[in-house]
């Protein structure tokens, strides 16, 4: 088994999972097959509970494991199934220690973080790189690991001293490091800043892991003094330096790292028993690239949620509509639209913010109602829907969405003034019963 970890400086954020999907498209391409593991050093067992804000989307595996939408990303990039424990958390590592201790599996010792959770850690690791991904039942050759948050957070120590230590269990030549800074380049000078990833490296190295690759995150494609500056300061060959800079679109991501030499420096770093030809994978990811950036034809669609100033929150609704988009040869505009703002609430305190939303909705080809929880915001997701059906303009409802279209069609159609979701159910399972006979018992 090979292990490939992709830790993260600077900030966070970066695009560590959109690499660390990108790294495994192009092992995979190579014949190897491949799985992944995201780490996320929080407490939290999983991602069931957090609100959208705050890490974005909750993906929901096949499985039913509530994980970080990255683990949506490892899925979509490399055609895989992945499974709860392919998200590692610090809860779900303190939590199996714990239970451990309570079972007396450790024989009265004083239970520390070092051995016993960095430990756990490992083992986990090792176990789940073995669990097969891919319909054939066979196990991976090659397992990319993605530690979330950024190299000197407190709570992701216990994972930089367990791969410290894991680097020499499974020997160097199975065992490589990639470290994601930024390299920032302010706009009064213009001149990219490689400080910023000096410190970072120095720190990583300053706790065991030195990286094998350091890929630069930019807005621009870096000079190549900055690549050599890079590589004087941070131990690394100027070839080990690896641009990332800002493209298109997240399917060039892959396309870019192969064309730096990434696949001929892992298949001498790791010995890989691969190629460095053309492939024919990657070959479909640049043909669908290129037809990215040549449509010409676009698309708007409103998307009426309640979580949109971060994009992210419904990042699996935004990669399927993107997905439809390019398979009819159409670029895709869409357009956030905080449901609150549709509502004569707003109107009445902030005008101008209520008459931009209506000017976006009906300025767009089609809806999408998202899924949501609690009351706030739903009176304007019905209110987007009743113009979507009155203005007969393309709707789609997902979740909580559908559940509202049902709601609207029964207050504006059936005239059942003012009903909520729970009241339209209820009818629907009782034709006959009324407002006093609907009884949650008989439900």
Not at 52 to 73: A, S
Not at 227 to 241: N, R
Not at 267 to 287: F, G, I, S, Y
Request: glycine share 8%; hydrophobic share 40%; charged share 25%.
């Amino acid at each position: 088994m090979k292990y490939i970890l992709v830790t993260g400086g600077v900030i966070s954020g970066i695009g560590k999972g959109i690499i660390a999907s990108s790294i495994g498209t192009i092992l995979k391409s190579c014949g190897l097959r491949v799985t992944a593991i995201k780490i996320d050093p929080y407490i939290n067992i999983d991602a069931g509970t957090f609100s959208p804000y705050e890490h974005g989307e909750v993906f929901v595996l096949d499985d039913g494991g509530e994980v970080d939408l990255d683990l949506g990303n490892y899925e979509r990039f490399l055609d895989i199934r992945l499974t709860r424990d392919n998200n590692l958390t610090t809860g779900k590592i303190y939590q199996s220690v714990i239970n451990k201790e309570r079972k007396g599996d450790y024989l009265g010792k004083t239970v520390q973080v070092v051995p016993h959770i960095t430990d756990a850690i490992q083992e986990w690791v090792m176990r789940q790189a073995k669990v097969s991904v891919d319909e054939d039942g066979v196990e991976p050759q090659v397992c990319v690991i993605e530690l979330g948050g950024t190299v000197g957070d407190i709570e992701s120590m216990p994972f930089i001293e367990a791969f410290r230590q894991f680097q020499f269990k499974v020997k160097r030549e199975n065992f490589c490091n990639i470290h994601v800074s930024l390299v920032p380049q302010p706009s009064t000078t213009g001149e990219q800043k490689t400080k910023p990833t000096q410190n970072s490296v120095r720190e990583l190295r300053g706790l065991g892991l030195s990286p094998d690759l350091i890929m630069c995150r930019c807005s621009t494609p870096l000079e190549t003094a900055v690549k050599e500056k890079i590589s004087m300061f941070c131990h690394v060959e100027p070839t080990q330096v690896i641009c990332v800079h800002d493209v298109s679109s997240i399917y060039r991501v892959p396309l870019l790292l192969e064309s730096q030499g990434v696949v001929g420096y892992f298949c001498t770093r790791l010995d890989l028993p691969v190629e460095t030809r053309a492939r024919k994978m990657l070959t479909k990811w640049k043909e669908m690239s290129d037809r990215s950036d040549r449509l010409l034809e676009h698309v708007s669609i409103a998307l009426v949620g309640k979580y949109t100033k971060l994009s992210d929150s419904y990042a699996s609704v935004i990669k399927a509509l993107e997905h439809s988009a390019l398979a009819i040869n159409h670029k895709l505009e869409v357009k956030y639209i905080d449901s609150a703002d549709l509502e004569a609430a707003t109107l009445q305190e902030e005008p101008v913010k209520y008459h931009d939303a209506w000017h976006k909705l009906c300025g767009a080809d089609g809806v999408l109602v998202p899924g949501g929880f609690g009351v706030r915001g739903t009176e304007g997701k019905i209110h987007a829907i009743r113009w979507a059906r009155e203005k007969k303009k393309p709707f789609l409802g997902v979740c909580l969405g559908m559940q509202l279209a049902v709601c609207e069609f029964a207050r504006n159609v059936l005239g059942w003034a003012g009903e909520t979701s729970h009241f339209v159910i209820l009818h629907a399972c009782h034709p006959g019963a009324g407002r006093g006979e609907a009884c949650l018992d008989d439900a």
